[in-house]
């Protein structure tokens, strides 16, 4: 079963940055696209941002310009470089593959991504 860990949350002031990582075990980023998402209190979970086995990347409207994701295959790594932080950005944030696998798991997220 793979594993997912995101790390990286925390604290910040509007107009702040914060940097997240995702570790998977096993090889799953050289077999999928992957993504972040972010859950809001009260709201449904969003996908923000993708990047393929290529390298290429999407981003939901709400966070283009401001969010860059990356992804380093050798080491089951992936990145999600926050800039320019709004309150609407406060989430639990996840990374998973996209699409999601059918009887995929997701991770326990980034706890404390607040921004105020």
């Known amino acids: 079963q793979v594993q997912l860990v995101e790390s990286g949350g925390g604290l910040v002031q509007p107009g702040g940055s914060l940097r997240l990582s995702c570790v998977a075990s096993?090889?799953?980023?050289?077999?999928?696209?992957m993504g972040w998402y972010r859950q809001a209190p009260g709201k449904q979970r969003e996908l923000v941002a993708v990047?393929?086995?290529?390298?290429?990347?999407n981003y939901a409207d709400s966070v283009k310009g401001r969010f860059t994701i990356s992804r380093d295959n050798s080491k089951n790594t992936m990145y999600l470089q926050m800039n320019s932080l709004e309150p609407e950005d406060t989430a639990v944030y996840y990374c998973?593959?996209?699409?999601?696998?059918?009887?995929?798991?997701w991770g326990q997220g980034t706890q404390g991504t607040q921004v105020t």
């Open positions: 998973n593959t996209v699409p999601l696998r059918i009887g995929g798991t």
């Open positions: 096993g090889s799953i980023f050289s077999i999928y696209a």
């Open positions: 990047i393929d086995k290529g390298g290429s990347t």
